[in-house]
């Protein structure tokens, strides 16, 4: 019945390409630019016969949780170089890149002693530190991530206390910044002899079902003060004891490790190379990495299995583009997008021969939008395409920036980081959390997805047209004060000295 089914999708797909792609601008869609019928046969091997689910079972079954310079990490890299060149990709590599400091989880174990007595479920937060060996008792004083100077400059009153982030009253700054500032109030607290620091990223609640959500509290940030996640429903009944005057009292014991210096990780690269213009090159691809409570399936095994599947479809439809499609599995994602921030520093050399980006990282829900990466010049000729899909799906085409993935560096250089927005409302349960397993994907969604990743990476390589060509400095400065992302880069000091020096040479808005 399944392949019924995908089979009719396959049939509206070819009427689709035909008759969607019409659009009132003078841009062309697959019908009038000659990609339709390798877009046809792509569409047939990617629907009917995708090995996409097969590659995030191997992923999260045999390989498990891949934190980035961990032995797991490495084990990750090596399947996705013999993936690549079992299915025939060119030029497969894994390229190395320096981690700052690896982290190794250990155990995390918290009980409420008064006003009455149980356990508690926490998880460390990633490349945070721990409590004395056998663990350390102290009382849970709440602290307000809407206040952070305050908190910083009354430091001492944590000494021996557990700080409990909530939020109180107005935020007296943007939410990056007080991200940013949290940092800094961790510091402080390890310096002041705090226990260990209750709160999650941006200083949030768990999102309930008794899970637990990690991360990392900043790009390449360590602490040496322990920081946890609780459980929604465990932190809630301390917010309640604090709100009746009640101070609970804790015992906490977590045990992390740190490497003593830089640790080595790869992206896993392979390619397709282009018939016409193999200089001129579109990445494609999803992070690797993942975080270890569970198998990393949502975040992120279904983009890397995109990936495979979207390279293996195009691949078994026997079709080459024009120019070249260049498949990557970044590592480093949830350190600080730090696999592909060193993809961009390694191929600075050739950037300007570069298409742009093509990511997909946002869970386990179908596509829903191509996010431009701040090109808005590149809207109008992109929609007819988007158009072609309808049938198959309703994808929106929009202009806006992704800055949580790696999509990031490429807009940050100027070209389209496009981002495959999905619909996925269950990823605040899988998002880094005990959660995040192969149970969570639908294998007909994850075809799908990656079925139009492969379509929506051969359009934009074999367009006769050149899709995109990186922007000048100047107007990637102004695009991103325009989408408010200068904020995030500035506050974690990964503003470019040349931005700098535009703003101050013209200002910001001009």
């Known amino acids: ?35 339709k019928p390798a877009l046809v046969k792509i569409a047939g091997e990617g629907l009917l016969d995708s090995h996409a689910f097969q ?14 310079g961990s032995p797991q990490a490495q084990k990750a890299v ?55 060996a056998g663990g350390v008792d102290g009382d849970v004083v709440p602290v307000n991530l809407f206040d952070l100077d305050n908190e910083i400059r009354n430091i001492s009153r944590l000494n021996g206390k557990v700080p409990l982030l909530v939020m109180r009253g107005e935020p007296n700054k943007s939410f990056i910044q007080l991200f940013a500032q949290f940092g800094d109030f961790l510091r402080a607290a390890g310096k002041a002899g705090v226990i260990a620091v209750i709160g999650g990223q941006g200083g ?33 009944q301390l917010e309640r004891y604090l709100a009746r005057g009640l101070t609970p ?36 691809g999803g992070h690797l990495d993942s975080w270890d409570l569970s198998e990393g399936a949502t975040d992120n095994g279904m983009g890397s299995s995109c990936t495979l599947g979207a ?3 195009i691949l078994r439809s026997g079709v080459r583009p024009r120019r070249t499609i260049r498949f990557v599995l970044f590592t480093g994602e949830e350190q600080g997008i730090d696999g592909s921030f060193a993809y961009v520093k390694q191929h600075q050399p050739e950037m300007a021969n570069h298409l742009g980006s093509l990511i997909l990282d946002n869970g386990q829900g179908p596509v829903r939008a ?68 192969l149970e969570a994907v639908k294998p007909d969604v994850l075809a799908q997805d990656a079925t139009l990743m492969a379509l929506a990476a051969y359009w934009i390589a ?18 991103l004060v325009a989408q408010h992302e200068d904020g995030v880069l500035k506050a974690f000091g990964l503003w470019p000295k040349a931005f700098s020096d535009i703003e101050k040479k013209d200002g910001p808005s001009n």
């Open 1 to 35: 019945m399944r392949k019924i089914l995908v089979g009719i999708l396959l049939i509206a797909l070819v009427a689709g390409l035909g008759v969607r792609a019409q659009n009132k601008s003078a841009a062309r869609g697959p019908n009038e630019d000659g990609t």
């Open 55 to 68: 590659y995030l079972t191997e992923l999260s079954d045999d390989i498990g949780p891949r934190v980035s």
């Open 78 to 132: 090596e399947w996705g170089v013999l993936k690549m060149k079992a299915m025939g990709l060119e030029n497969v590599h894994g390229e190395k890149w320096q981690l700052w400091r690896g982290w190794t989880r250990g155990s995390a174990e918290a009980e409420l002693l008064t006003p009455i007595r149980r356990p508690l479920h926490i998880d460390a937060m990633g490349w945070t530190g721990s409590t004395p």
């Open 204 to 236: 949030g609640r768990a999102e309930g079902m008794n899970l637990t959500h990690t991360g990392i509290l900043g790009f390449d940030a360590d602490f040496a003060i322990p920081v946890v996640s609780m459980t929604a429903e465990d932190q809630g």
């Open 249 to 284: 009292r804790v015992h906490f014991n977590v045990q992390n490790a740190f490497s003593n210096g830089p640790v080595e990780s790869a992206n896993v690269v392979g390619e397709i190379r282009g018939r016409e213009n193999p200089e001129q090159i579109l990445v494609v």
């Open 311 to 313: 390279a293996d479809a």
């Open 370 to 437: 191509f996010q431009l990466g701040g090109r808005d010049d590149l809207v109008e000729s992109f929609r007819p395409f988007a158009a072609a899909l309808a049938d198959i799906r309703e994808v929106k085409v929009e202009d806006k920036v992704e800055d949580g993935t790696d999509t990031f560096p490429f807009s940050i250089a100027g070209l389209p980081g496009i981002n495959m927005d999905q619909d996925s409302p269950d990823y605040k349960y899988t998002h880094h959390s005990a959660a995040d397993a």
């Open 462 to 479: 074999d367009r006769p047209e050149r899709f995109a060509s990186p922007w000048p400095a100047e107007r990637t400065v102004k695009m």
